[in-house]
Structure formats: C-alpha cells, structure tokens
C-alpha cells in the first residue's frame, strides 16, 4: 500500500501543477546518481558477507542469473519490434526490487534470524543486476552495434554498480563508520525509494500505458508466473530449501525494480514502458507471491 500511495502523490503533483516534467527529471538524475546508490552502499555494507556465505545458494543464484540473461537476450529482441524497448523488457525480466522486498519477507516468514539468506543474496544480485542492465540497455537500446569500449566506460561509470563494489569491498573488509555517519548514511539512504516512487508517479502516463498494455502485461506474467515456474523447481531439485529457498524465490518473484525506470531514462530508452512494468509488476505481484509462498509451505519446502 505505501507504493502505492508514493506513487499516486507523485501523479497528484505533476497533475496539480506543483513540479513540471524538468523538476522531475532533475529528480530523477539526482536519485539516481546520489540516492539510489547510498541505498544500494548501505544496505551491502550491513550485511556480513563472509560470516553467511552458502556456496550452493550463491552459486544457483549466479548461474541462473546468467542463464536467465544470456536466454532474454536472445528471445526478446526477436519478440520486440521497438529498439528502444527491448532493453527495457529485457532488463525487466531479471530486475527484480530484491533490496526492498526480499529481506522484508524472509524476515516477516521465517523471523530476523533467519534475513541472512536475503541479506547475502542482496549483496550478490543488485550488483549483478546493474551491470547485466547497463549492458542490456547499451547494446539493444538504440538498434544499432554499440562499441565494447563504449558499454564497458558505461559500466565502469555507473553509479549503482560502483556503490555495490564499495558496498561488497566495506562489507569483506569488515569496515564500520562512526555512529554519527552511519546514522547520516541511513538517513539518507531511506530517501532513496520514496523519492524514486513519488519520481515515478509523476512521470506516470495512462495514456502512453494504454499504447504499451498488450507488452506490458506478457512481460509482467512472464517474470511473476513463467520465469518462477523454471528456475524455483530447478533450486528444488539442487537440494535448497526453508529460508535459502524462499530468499532465491522471491529474486524472480518479485516486482521489477524501481531503479530500472530511471535507469532507462539515463540510458534514452523507453522510460514509460519501464515505469509501467514497475507499477504493474507492484499490483501483480500481491496475489502471487502470497500463492508462491502458500504452495511452498503446503509442500514442507519452507
């Protein structure tokens, strides 16, 4: 409900006339390059990765990740005819917004002991999604052959995967700010994802929505229905189960990351069509999460 709400405030102040269409790109930029990646610092440099590391939960998640990728880049290019969405479907499809409701639910399930599964994965996958959506987004964003060095200068310089790597080099390092700092760093980090929701809202168009519904919904159900029917029988079968099993789950089950719609946008791609998988995998994504989550327990997988 609070996304919700974040997001119908942000179509409010764009609609009431108390910020314009440059405001908010202005916003967008600044979370972008500053609160997004606090966000993202933050929440790796908390979690313990040495001390939680499990090498058969890392390595599934890793491999499937690439899997998952290498098949999207093959498939939807095929599928899509705009150039300037087939990075943003892509990156739609294996983006999930694990920081904010991976931990989340591992913790409400299974208790605050048990969040270490969904911290680890957190710090493994956000990194990796940044990298692998600076890549989708370079190479099939504008139709055209993109040079190594160009995608590789665009990943060196991204914001969110630098803050990552700081994030894993803090969190192996063992490194622990003053109280004051850490109580600024937190502070700032909180207004990551409200600012980037109320961002989104404004931006939202119901119009440009209903041109780009028929892709939008096949690209929702594939990630919350197809890809999850997949790859969570596959971690089944790799012996992982209770709170390691859920934490994967909830990496291709949840809604696409609010960070994807700026993302796009930094990059020149559709940033409507990935705004609406964000809203729309957030509706969908209600239903079948709690549906995952219920077959799981029924079956003492959990």
């Known amino acids: 409900m609070p996304t919700f709400l974040l997001l119908a405030f942000g179509y409010f102040l764009r609609n009431a006339h108390f910020v314009d269409g440059a405001y908010l790109k202005q916003t967008n930029a600044l979370t972008f390059k500053f609160f997004l990646p606090v966000l993202l610092f933050n929440n790796i440099y ?19 990740l690439l899997v998952l990728f290498g098949v999207l880049c093959l498939v939807v ?32 399930v299974f208790g605050a002991e048990h969040a270490a599964a969904a911290s ?16 989708a987004l370079a190479f099939f964003t504008s139709g055209e052959r993109v040079p190594l060095k160009s995608t590789l200068k665009s990943i ?11 994030g894993v080099l803090a969190s192996l390092a063992g490194l622990r700010f003053p109280t004051f ?13 409200p600012l980037a929701l109320i961002v989104l809202g404004g931006d939202f168009s119901f119009k440009s929505a209903r041109g780009n519904i028929r892709l939008a919904m096949t ?24 709170a390691n099993l859920l934490a ?9 990351a609010v960070s994807s719609y700026i993302m796009a946008q930094q990059a020149g791609a559709d940033d409507q069509l990935a705004g609406q998988l964000v809203v729309i995998s957030s509706v969908c994504c209600i239903p079948t999460v709690f549906l995952m989550i219920f077959i799981l327990q029924s079956l003492a997988l959990l």
């Open 77 to 108: 290019p095929r599928a899509v005819r705009e150039p300037r969405q087939r990075g943003v479907v892509i990156q739609g499809l294996f983006r999930s917004n694990y920081v904010i409701f991976g931990v989340s639910l591992v913790t409400n």
């Open 248 to 256: 994967l789950s909830l990496a291709w089950e949840t809604p696409v």
């Open 181 to 193: 700092l850490e109580t600024a760093v937190n502070d700032l980090a909180k207004l990551a994802t």
């Open 156 to 166: 060196a310089l991204n914001p969110l995967i630098l803050a990552g790597l700081l």
């Open 120 to 135: 680890m994965l957190s710090a493994v996958l956000v990194p990796m999604y940044n990298v692998l959506a600076v890549v």
């Open 219 to 242: 690209a929702v159900a594939v990630k919350l229905v197809v890809i999850p029917l997949i790859f969570i029988p596959l971690a089944v079968l790799a012996g992982i189960r209770g």
């Open 46 to 64: 908390k979690t313990r990765i040495a001390e939680i590391f499990d090498g058969t939960m890392f390595l599934f998640a890793v491999v499937s």
